[in-house]
């Protein structure tokens, strides 16, 4: 147990955390591990200067965690991340009535660095998606699933770990929506288009069936063994994808999310529509994609205009 390394009381908290990130918080495993990792620094840190239990914990310790965070090369969006995981565990520490006092309420995190998030261009995306559409003709299994998950990552906005636990039954084909679950256990449904929709059901005539076995359950989309497709498939896929285009620096199944999100407003889409499309939380979050639009307006006037 790599909390054996840390004083008991401060070990035990970091359990008892765990518990309530996977309870209460309901978070993805990805962002608990995120967040433990973070802690885990955190109290090793707060340990090291002579700490042995919550109540020992103050905000000088907090900064200069961060502040070796930051001297060890740590990015700014690096370093915030860490400063809100300290900040939700002493809250939660004193919802608890573990400590009377939270040390970390006045830890300011750093301004997170304004960099956009790589975007695939409508031509880029043509590209890559008529090459899958052509490569399932022959109904190689792969192939035909291949095609129906990269329709339906750029179709949908949706996550790659959302696409992965998606169930037959989250489809509704008639109304061509899609019954997702996101981050939290929050539910919504998200409409996906007729490309989409013929990838799909080819997948479910001639790809799914083939692959069919004991172990694969409900699930909508299978590994070459039958189980549910690993989320590390989907990005080896994408990846090799990318890189075959060659004129992309966008990468991962989330550049196919930033994709789909960018040409929905460079549509005309509401910003709204599109932030419950993409299932977050916070419009701030969404709002990062006028800002990509924006930008691509701007080098369109830069490029064409004769006096810009």
């Given at each position: 147990m790599e909390n054996e390394t840390l004083p008991a009381e401060l070990g035990k908290a970091l359990d008892a955390f765990a518990r309530y990130l996977s309870g209460e918080r309901a978070v993805s495993a990805h962002t608990k591990r995120a967040y433990l990792g973070d802690l885990r620094s955190f109290l090793a840190h707060a340990a090291s200067e002579g700490a042995a239990g919550l109540k020992d914990l103050e905000l000088g310790s907090f900064r200069r965690w961060l502040g070796s965070q930051s001297a060890g090369g740590a990015s700014r969006s690096t370093v915030a991340r860490r400063s809100a995981t300290a900040r939700t565990f002493t809250a939660w520490a004193v919802r608890e009535e573990l400590i009377d006092a939270d040390p970390a309420l006045r830890l300011?995190?750093?301004?997170?660095?304004?960099?956009?998030?790589?975007v695939l261009?409508?031509?880029?995306?043509?590209?890559?998606?008529?090459?899958?559409?052509?490569a399932a003709v022959e109904g190689e299994p792969l192939a035909v699933r291949n095609r129906a998950m990269v329709e339906l990552l750029y179709a949908t906005g949706t996550r790659v770990g959302e696409l992965t636990a998606l169930d037959i039954d989250d489809l509704d084909p008639d109304r061509r929506t899609l019954r997702v679950i996101g981050k939290g256990n929050k539910e919504r449904t998200v409409p996906y288009g007729v490309p989409a929709a013929l990838a799909i059901d080819d997948?479910?005539?001639?790809?799914?069936?083939?692959?069919?076995?004991?172990?694969?359950?409900?699930?909508?989309?299978?590994?070459?063994?039958?189980?549910r497709v690993d989320q590390r498939q989907v990005r080896a896929l994408v990846d090799a994808l990318f890189e075959a285009l060659g004129d992309t620096s966008a990468s991962g199944p989330h550049a196919l999310r930033h994709s789909a999100a960018t040409h929905l407003l460079d549509g005309g889409a509401d910003l709204r529509a599109v932030q419950e499309i993409l299932g977050h939380s916070s419009l701030a979050t969404t709002q990062i994609y006028t800002h990509v639009s924006v930008d691509r307006l701007r080098k369109s006037y830069q490029q064409a205009h004769p006096r810009a």
């Open positions: 300011k995190a750093p301004k997170r660095e304004g960099s956009l998030p790589g261009q409508s031509s880029q995306l043509t590209r890559i998606l008529e090459g899958l559409e052509m997948w479910l005539r001639r790809g799914r069936p083939a692959l069919v076995k004991d172990n694969s359950g409900a699930a909508l989309f299978l590994g070459a063994r039958g189980g």
